[in-house]
């Protein structure tokens, strides 16, 4: 059974960092490209990051230089670390897995697994 799971969100105050982890079973990172993305209440869900194994990631602008996506292949676990935080980071991050190439552009029905998300809360 193939599954995503989030961990490490929770409230912090605005410059404040989270680590956030994605555990991957029943198929290997490494095969995938991966992204992280978040939705805030009344905005349209967005890409944060992307990686392919091998083959570097890319931001979205909003976050390049603040954020930093890994994957730890032996482990078959996805982070991002996120530093710097502001209140318009809140939201539900959630990661994701496309047998495609990951990039800023692809569509998320092109995504193959999906995460349950884990909130972010950034205060001012």
């Known amino acids: 059974q193939v599954q995503l799971v989030e961990s490490g969100g929770g409230s912090v105050q605005a410059g404040g960092s989270l680590r956030l982890s994605c555990a991957a079973s029943g198929f290997t990172y490494i095969s995938y490209g991966i992204a992280w993305f978040r939705h805030a209440p009344g905005k349209k869900r967005e890409v944060v990051a992307t990686?392919?194994?091998?083959?570097?990631?890319t931001y979205a602008d909003a976050v390049k230089g603040l954020f930093t996506i890994s994957q730890d292949n032996a482990k078959n676990t996805m982070y991002l670390q996120m530093n710097n935080l502001k209140p318009e980071d809140t939201a539900m991050y959630y990661c994701a897995a496309t047998r495609a190439y990951a990039s800023l552009s692809l569509k998320t029905s092109m995504y193959n697994y999906w995460g349950q998300g884990t909130q972010v809360t950034v205060s001012s």
């Open positions: 990686i392919n194994s091998g083959d570097g990631t």
